[in-house]
């Protein structure tokens, strides 16, 4: 008998850097630097909802 366990889900942080903002997931697995929040933070949303279980918090400078 083996035994299968799903990774747990990520979270996915957006958070202010040097002027810009930075978007990095806890199981290292997506990240990537934008110009404004908004931006940061919707394509963060959308990898959020295309993974469930996934949750996005932001972090305010």
């Known amino acids: 008998?083996?035994?299968?366990?799903?990774?747990?889900?990520?979270?996915?942080e957006v958070l202010p850097e040097g002027g810009r903002?930075?978007?990095r997931s806890s199981d290292?697995?997506?990240s990537?630097?934008?110009m404004d929040r908004r931006t940061a933070l919707?394509?963060?949303?959308?990898?959020a909802d295309s993974h469930p279980g996934h949750?996005?918090?932001v972090t305010e400078g």
Do not use: K, Q
């Not at 008998?1 to 996915?12: F, Q």
């Not at 919707?42 to 990898?47: Q, Y």
């Open 21 to 23: 903002w930075r978007l």
């Open 55 to 57: 949750v996005v918090i």
């Open 32 to 34: 990537g630097i934008f």
């Open 1 to 12: 008998m083996s035994l299968i366990l799903d990774a747990p889900p990520a979270v996915l």
């Open 42 to 47: 919707r394509h963060a949303e959308a990898e």
């Open 28 to 30: 290292n697995l997506f």
